[in-house]
């Protein structure tokens, strides 16, 4: 078992930042790829960036390249995820999840966490 814990969500207004973290523990985290998603109310979850276990191969969703950034410390069992120039369309719960395979693909993803809000206000 993983157990994920995000944090850094909060209320921004547009062209702000925030930082996502999410904490991991239970079995040994660097063996998974990890991945962010983000739901919207009312719609599907959607993938937003994903980085493999050696943090040597990183995707990103459209919507979000050149703004947002995934990075990992093994040593410390989290992911990040940067937000910079942030718009309203990015108003999500955001998750972070881990498994092995299809990295856009929430089914791949065998571990979750209990997600964070995003607000961006225009």
């Known amino acids: 078992q993983v157990q994920l814990v995000e944090s850094g969500g909060g209320l921004v207004q547009a062209g702000g930042s925030l930082r996502l973290s999410c904490a991991a523990s239970?079995?040994?985290?660097?063996?998974?790829?990890m991945g962010w998603f983000r739901q919207a109310p009312g719609k599907e979850r959607d993938f937003v960036a994903a980085?493999?276990?050696?943090?040597?191969?990183?995707y990103y969703a459209d919507s979000v390249k050149g703004r947002f950034t995934i990075s990992r410390d093994n040593a410390k069992n989290t992911v990040y995820l940067q937000m910079n120039s942030l718009k309203p369309e990015d108003t999500a719960v955001y998750y972070c999840?881990?498994?092995?395979?299809?990295?856009?693909?929430?089914?791949?993803?065998?571990?979750w966490g209990q997600g964070t809000q995003v607000t961006v206000s225009s």
């Open positions: 239970g079995r040994t985290f660097s063996r998974y790829a």
């Open positions: 980085i493999s276990w050696s943090g040597a191969n990183i």
């Open positions: 999840a881990a498994g092995n395979g299809n990295y856009y693909r929430p089914r791949s993803y065998d571990y």
